[in-house]
């Protein structure tokens, strides 16, 4: 709806529906209902049918935007035993008490019992009109009660339905055809149910020869009643648990995504399952202020423009609801557009630390309910944890860069540049000794071109080192079968690598490791093996990623093996282990001499793949 006009105008148009329907139906409960109410001659079977009649009021079925009942079957019974001024009297009374017991806006406690008033006196004269007409001759009185009941229950569901669907195409809000399909589908139901009911109870009360009581009343229409009150009940725990469920889908994938920059696309995607809105704003507080992390069905232009919105986001600690922005809308309530009508403020809070705020929209007046707040505060903190987390992973991704950076200043003021300063002194002093004594002058020049040798390897590894790995590169199946068919060019080994189970995405510090170690494994089975062949197993399992290498060498003496490693300060089984820690793996070798050696890593499944900064974080501890 994106012309202010129209939008008006359809919300002018829809409120005059409703209040002249209100007017209508209250005309018609007055003139119809409570001025020619009389003295019953059953009181105890009516007020027995009354309080059934309130059970199934208050707990309907419920589909999108409202609820249906089965209570029709009861109002046509207090119809035929009380009549029709003490029929309207009733529903209208109970319809009207149950939508102000369940806090419902005025204008709609005030338009439902007006409608169901309008609906049954339509089914009224068109069954007084109409059911005089039909032929009587030849025809059961079975089949002349379902004829009746009949012709008074069409018009009562079609007027109540039209009535409905016109509203809710007039109003600005969108009514798709899916919608209005689930709601047909209800009221069908509730019409077969509401059916069924009354054929059985006028074949009953037709055979029955003796007099129907209080307790028959009773007895017949508790079913009923207990069918809507479970159906009520097992409707709303569907429902509960279809939002559990979709807090839980969401909760989960937000937590696979704090890493990745997609997670607002995806809240935003299913934010709708969760919590039922037309407009929402979430911002995101940090050291700088705050900051607009995503909008939806707003007036976008002005968001940035309202000059008191960081003070009054700030203010606000509690969760808080608006039922009416045109008397009050809090610091965002010109974020929005005008046909926002409630406003509900959930605050993310984390450690009394105000990290953020998100904001939702109705258009309907006292439309955010108990549920919808405790629904909107648990989402709240998700999203504060989940903001929290973030900014602690940017910090500590900052501080590890800080620390590399003064790490490679430090390697260059320690290593190179100590290396040229001595090979620049060293031609300096060879300069000035040249015709004296060139023998020194050589030897200088020697020692320079050696150190000059030297500092060149290190920056060329420098350098090599900040190239992205094999495994940024190409990956890590890709990365090790590379290294594979180089080494098997080099050495004319036999290789086999096998791959198990559904591959995931890892991050490149686990990476990185699986790839260090399957190749120093290689190489030391090369190099002290004196092996035929090598086998490589990597399985992507349910709880952990396994690394096999396995060789058919002469083996060797582990504990002999650590004593050298702990003297050995090349990459050994030590630094093997110190490079499994990093990852929370564990590495277990087996091999004694004769019987060749493996070596297994398993690393741990974390929920956490895919992301490098908390790998970040192993490294630098």
């Known amino acids: 709806m994106g012309n202010p006009g129209e939008f008006q105008m359809r919300e002018r148009l829809a409120r005059t529906l409703m209040w002249l329907t209100t007017f209508i139906g209250a005309w018609l409960f007055l003139q119809f209902g409570i001025l020619q109410l009389t003295d019953q001659a059953e009181p105890e079977i009516l007020a027995l049918l009354v309080m059934m009649l309130m059970v199934v009021e208050l707990f309907p079925l419920p589909i999108w935007r409202g609820s249906v009942t089965v209570s029709f079957p009861i109002v046509y019974v207090i119809y035929t035993v009380g009549g029709l001024p003490f029929t309207l009297a009733a529903f209208g009374t109970i319809a009207a008490a149950v939508n102000l017991l369940q806090r419902r806006p005025l204008r709609i406690a005030l338009f439902h019992p007006a409608l169901l008033i309008i609906s049954f006196l339509c089914g009224y004269w068109i069954t007084d009109a109409l059911f005089p007409l039909l032929p009587y001759g030849g025809v059961s009185t079975v089949a002349r009660g379902m004829e009746h009941f009949s012709l008074f229950m069409l018009p009562f569901y079609m007027m109540n339905n039209f009535i ?154 509690m969760l808080t609801v608006y039922h009416d922005t045109a008397k009050a809308s809090g610091p965002a309530g010109e974020c929005f557009k005008k046909e926002v009508r409630s406003l509900l403020y959930a605050p993310l809070i984390i450690e009394k630390e105000l990290v953020g705020m998100f904001v939702f929209g109705r258009r309907r007046t006292k439309s955010f309910r108990e549920e919808d707040m405790q629904a909107a505060a648990t989402l709240a903190n998700q999203l504060a944890v989940l903001i929290k987390t973030k900014w602690l992973f940017d910090e500590q991704k900052k501080r590890l860069i800080l ?115 399957s190749r120093e494994s290689v190489q030391n089975a090369i190099k002290h093996a004196q092996c035929t062949r090598i086998e490589i197993l990597l399985s992507y399992q349910k709880e952990n990623v396994l690394l096999k290498i396995k060789d058919n060498g002469k083996g060797f003496s582990l504990f002999q093996a650590m004593v050298k490693a702990r003297k050995d300060p090349h990459f050994g089984i030590l630094h093997m282990n110190e490079a499994a820690e990093k990852i929370h793996a564990s590495l277990q070798i087996d091999s004694k001499p004769g019987a060749g050696t493996e070596i297994t890593l398993t690393v741990p499944r974390m929920g956490i793949e895919g992301r490098d900064k908390l790998d970040q974080s192993y490294v630098s501890r």
């Not at 007099?211 to 009923?224: C, E, G, M, Q, W």
């Not at 929402?280 to 000059?307: P, T």
């Not at 950076?405 to 060293?426: E, P, T, W, Y």
């Open 164 to 317: 409905i669907a016109l509203l809710q195409v007039i109003q600005p809000q969108s009514y798709g055809f899916q919608a209005w399909k689930r709601k047909l589908v209800q009221e069908i139901n509730s019409f077969l149910i509401s059916f069924s009911y009354l054929v059985l109870f006028v074949v009953v009360r037709i055979e029955n020869r003796g007099v129907i009581d209080a307790f028959s009343y009773f007895f017949f229409f508790s079913p009923l009643v207990c069918f809507a009150l479970l159906s009520s009940i097992i409707a709303n725990l569907k429902k509960e648990k279809a939002k559990l469920k979709a807090l839980f889908s969401i909760s989960s994938e937000l937590n696979k995504k704090i890493a990745f920059s997609d997670w607002l696309t995806f809240l935003k995607e299913n934010l709708q399952k969760f919590i039922d809105a037309e407009a929402w704003i979430l911002w995101k507080r940090d050291k700088e202020g705050w900051r607009l992390c995503f909008a939806s069905g707003l007036d976008n232009q002005k968001i940035d423009l309202v000059d008191r919105l960081p003070e009054g986001l700030d203010n606000m600690r």
């Open 403 to 517: 620390e590399e950076r003064n790490r490679i200043a430090r390697d260059i003021h320690d290593g190179v540049a100590q290396s040229l300063a001595g090979a620049i002194m060293n031609l300096e002093t060879a300069q000035r000794k040249f015709n004296k004594l060139p023998g020194d002058s050589f030897r200088l020049i020697q020692e320079s071109t050696e150190k000059l040798r030297r500092s060149l390897k290190e920056v060329r590894e420098s350098i090599y080192a900040l190239r992205p790995y094999p495994t940024e590169r190409v990956g890590l199946k890709t990365a090790i079968l590379s290294k594979i068919k180089t080494v098997q060019q080099e050495t004319g080994l036999q290789f086999s690598l096998e791959t198990r189970g559904l591959e995931f995405q890892l991050s490149p510090m686990v990476e990185k490791i699986l790839f260090d170690i």
